[in-house]
């Protein structure tokens, strides 16, 4: 079964840059057809899809964060990496990394990290 799990700091100052890394294990994020994702959830707010990698390296992005959004991976050690520039309080959230399959329009996530608490605060 594949296991992801989500690291970085807990505690990110304004204008800086969040930066979190997705560790997966019992599956390789070579393996085709699948997208890496990250997706976060603003407290008392839904779930907000950030963004994606998929198998081959290329890189997806959601509109709204596209400016300040970085998905990049290590394949050697078989994680994926979020870089979130300038942040504001309003990016205070829990960040899940999560496995995408897409079959046509349709998206699905069947598999998640427990996510980690970033705040944003000076």
């Known amino acids: 079964q594949v296991q992801l799990q989500e690291s970085g700091p807990g505690l990110v100052k304004p204008s800086q840059t969040l930066s979190l890394t997705c560790t997966v294990s019992s599956g390789s994020i070579t393996t085709q057809f699948y997208y890496w994702s990250w997706i976060r959830q603003p407290p008392g707010k839904g779930l907000e899809w950030m963004g994606a990698?998929?198998?081959?390296?290329?890189?997806y992005y959601s509109p709204s964060l596209k400016s300040r959004t970085s998905i990049s991976r290590d394949t050697s050690k078989n994680q994926f990496t979020l870089q979130l520039s300038s942040v504001t309080p309003e990016d205070t959230a829990v960040y899940y990394c999560?496995?995408?399959?897409?079959?046509?329009?349709?998206?699905?996530?069947?598999?998640w990290g427990q996510g980690t608490q970033v705040t944003i605060s000076s």
């Open positions: 990698i998929y198998y081959s390296g290329s890189t």
């Open positions: 999560a496995r995408e399959v897409r079959i046509g329009t349709i998206h699905e996530y069947g598999y």
